[in-house]
């Protein structure tokens, strides 16, 4: 009688076991499987043509960060590298920031930009003569971590390039970006 209950215990046990790794498992590739987060980069319009344009300037720039994850993600002290046909003309530092689950937050900065490396460059001359724009690209690592359920603390890295388009015709300065990011948990 004691061996078959022992038995009946340990095939329900067995079950139960079975039926919660499964439904771990499930929920790990699906509900809790890591989504890119959604960054955007704001930057105030500039008269680059201006004739009292400094060598080197400071641009107004607001960065939103959106998680659609069900973890928050806790990111140290970032740079951001803004190229021209390959060459560095800016920086923009990013602080540490929490950027909780299911939310977006928005992060004010700066971009110091060095004027004279982007309308030195022969191609700015090329690009901005015909139709008054250019494009810069814009990219940026954000290590951290990942915390899910307030106990789970897992390595990860968000990365982020955004192709900024600026506008400089006479009356429309303005200013779009567009971003890809991905986060990769290590």
Same mark, same amino acid.
């Given at each position: #009688?004691? &061996? $078959?209950?022992?038995k009946?215990?340990l095939? /329900?046990?067995? #079950?139960? !076991?079975?039926?919660?790794?499964?439904?771990?498992?499930? %929920?790990?590739f699906?509900?809790? &499987?890591?989504?890119?987060? =959604?960054?955007?980069?704001?930057v105030e319009?500039?008269?680059l %043509?201006?004739p009292?344009m400094?060598i080197?300037? =400071?641009i107004?720039t607001?960065?939103t960060?959106? +998680?659609?994850n069900f973890?928050s993600?806790? !990111?140290?002290k970032s740079y951001? *590298? /803004?190229t021209?046909?390959?060459?560095v003309?800016g920086t923009?530092?990013i602080?540490?920031q929490?950027?909780p689950a299911? $939310?977006?937050?928005n992060v004010s900065? @700066?971009?110091? #930009?060095? /004027?004279n490396k982007l309308i030195n =460059?022969p191609?700015?001359w090329k690009e901005?003569?015909p139709? *008054?724009k !250019?494009?810069?690209i814009? &990219?940026?690592e954000?290590?951290?971590k990942v915390?899910?359920? &307030? *106990?789970i603390?897992?390595k990860?890295t968000? @990365? +982020?390039?955004? =192709?900024?388009? /600026?506008n #400089?015709a006479?009356?429309?300065?303005d200013?779009? $970006?567009?971003?890809?990011s991905q986060?990769?948990i290590?």
């Amino acid at each position: #009688m004691a &061996k $078959s209950r022992l038995k009946i215990c340990l095939s /329900v046990s067995a #079950m139960l !076991f079975i039926i919660v790794s499964i439904v771990t498992i499930a %929920l790990i590739f699906t509900v809790f &499987k890591p989504k890119d987060p =959604n960054i955007v980069v704001h930057v105030e319009p500039v008269d680059l %043509l201006s004739p009292d344009m400094p060598i080197i300037m =400071n641009i107004s720039t607001l960065v939103t960060i959106g +998680n659609p994850n069900f973890g928050s993600f806790e !990111f140290k002290k970032s740079y951001s *590298y /803004v190229t021209y046909h390959d060459t560095v003309v800016g920086t923009v530092p990013i602080e540490s920031q929490l950027v909780p689950a299911h $939310s977006e937050i928005n992060v004010s900065t @700066y971009t110091l #930009m060095t /004027v004279n490396k982007l309308i030195n =460059n022969p191609d700015f001359w090329k690009e901005v003569v015909p139709g *008054y724009k !250019f494009t810069l690209i814009s &990219k940026a690592e954000f290590p951290g971590k990942v915390i899910v359920l &307030k *106990y789970i603390k897992l390595k990860g890295t968000a @990365y +982020n390039t955004c =192709n900024i388009t /600026v506008n #400089m015709a006479p009356g429309s300065h303005d200013v779009k $970006s567009i971003c890809n990011s991905q986060i990769k948990i290590h």
